[in-house]
C-alpha cells in the first residue's frame, strides 16, 4: 500500500511541475497564432500635421516595413452601406500598420522588396492595372513635370490644413479628403476658373448656395476656408450616399451628379474605373481621382517622391470678433495693429472696402492676440468714421441705370448701399449713396461678368444680323418668283 502511495505522490509532483511549462508553451503558441492574423490591424499613423509630413512607415534596428491596406475596414464599410445605414461609416483605417519583426518567428518571410502600393481612402487597386496605371502616371506628372509648382501647393497646404481637417472629422469623414484642394486649387482661397469656380474647394456659384454658402455682391463664402470646407463636406457626404463609393463621389464632385448617373446608366456599370474605357466623361473627370489619390500619397510622404526641402506655411492662427455695423477694412486693420493685407486674407470671402452694410451681426477674423486691443480700439472710433461712402446728387431725368452709367459703377452698386430694390423713381435732388472712389475697385468676378454680358451681346448681335441676312433672303426670293395663274376649264 506504501509503494503505491509512494508512486502517487511522485506522479502528483510531476505533473504539478511541468503545467507552467505546458502552459507557458500554449501561451506562446496563441500570441504566435494570433500575431501571424493580425498581421497590420495593431499600429496607427496618426493625420499629417500642418507643418510637417508623417511619414507612412514605421521603423526600428531590425526592419522598415511598408504600410498596407487594411481590406478589412474597407469591407465592413460596403457592408454597413449594404445594410442601409443612414449615416456615413467612420474613416477608413488607411493606414493600419503593424511592425512585424522577422526574427520573432522564423515562419514569416522577410519584408517583400516590392511592396503592393498604398492608396488613400482605405482602397485597393492592386488586382486594377487600369488604376494603377492611371495613378502611376499622375505620381509622375506631380513629381517631376510639375514638381516646382506641386511644391508650392504643398507649403501653401500647411495653413490649412489643420482648421481643415477638424471640420472633416467633426463631419464624420475621411480626413485624407482634406487634400482634395491640391487638385482643385493648390490651396489658394482667390483661385478661379474658367468656369468661374472659386475658392479652395472650387465651387460653383449654384452648388455653393445650395450647400449654405454666401455668394452676392458684398461677399463670397466660396473663399472662406472654413465655410467652403463645411460645405464640401456636406456635399461630399451626399455624393457618397448616392453612389456608394469613393470614386465616383469623387468624380461626381469634379462633374456633376447627374452626368456621372447618366454615364453609369449608359455603360450599364457601377464602376468609376470602368468608365474611363468610355466616351461618357470628359478627360479631366478620368484623371481627377487618379490626381487625387496620387497627390494625396505625395502629400502623406513628401520626401518618398524627392520633396525633401519644403518650406510649410504656418498654421492659419485667428480670433473672431462679432461687428454690429459695416467696418472698412482699413479700419479693421488699424484696429488690429496690423495691415490691411493681412485682414484680406485672413477675410478673403470679403470682396468690398468694407463689411456687408446690412448685416446684423457679421463675424470677422482678426489676427490671434489681438481681440482685446481691437476692441478697446474700434470703442475709440465714432461710428461715422468706421464705414466709407461717397454721395450724389440725383438731376432730373436720372434713375438708377443712368447714374452708374455716368459713374461708371454698377447698377448693383447703388442697389446694395442705398437699399433699393432697383425699382425706385428717384427725384431730382434726392442724395444716395455711392462706392468710394479711391477704395471701390472691380474684383475679378466683376469683370467676369462685364465680360460674359458683352459676350452675350456679341452672340445676340450675330444672331440678329444672321436673322436679317435670311429674311432679305427668303424676300428676295420672293420677289423673284414668277407669277402663273391656273386657267379654268
Known sequence: MSKFICIGVVFLCAVFAATPIFAEKAFNEKIFSEKDHLD????????????????????DDLCLRPSVI???????????????????????????????????????????????????L??????NTAAVKAIDRSLSLFSDRM??????????SARYIEVMQE???????PAELVFLPLIESGFNLNAYSRARAVGPWQFMEATAKRFGLVVDW???????PVKSTEAAANYLKYLYRMFGSWELALAAYNAGEGRISRALKKTYSDDYWDLLKTNQIRDETKNYVPHYMAATMIAKTPQDFGFHYLDYHEPLEYEEIILHHPVDIEVIAQCANTTVKEIKQLNAELRRWSTPPHVPRYTIKIPAQSKESFVLNLNNIPHAERFSFDTYKVKKGENIRKIASKLNIPVIAIIELNSFTGLENLKAGDVIKIPPKDKHFADLEDKMAVKKVSAKKIVEKKKNKTDKKANNRKQSAKEKKPSTKTKKI
Open 218 to 224: 458684398w461677399r463670397d463664402e466660396r473663399k472662406d
Open 40 to 59: 497590420i490591424s495593431h499600429l496607427i499613423i496618426k493625420d499629417l500635421s500642418p507643418d510637417k509630413a508623417v511619414s507612412n512607415f514605421i521603423s
Open 122 to 127: 482605405g482602397l485597393s487597386y492592386e488586382s
Open 167 to 173: 471640420i472633416l472629422k467633426e463631419k464624420n469623414m
Open 147 to 156: 514638381k516646382e509648382r506641386f511644391g508650392i501647393w504643398l507649403e501653401r
Open 70 to 120: 487594411n481590406e478589412t475596414s474597407v469591407k465592413n464599410q460596403q457592408l454597413a452601406m449594404a445594410q442601409g445605414f443612414s449615416d456615413l461609416p467612420p474613416s477608413p483605417a488607411i493606414s493600419d500598420i503593424a511592425h512585424q519583426d522577422p526574427l520573432a518567428n522564423p515562419s514569416n518571410p522577410l519584408p517583400d522588396n516590392n511592396p503592393k502600393p498604398l492608396f488613400p
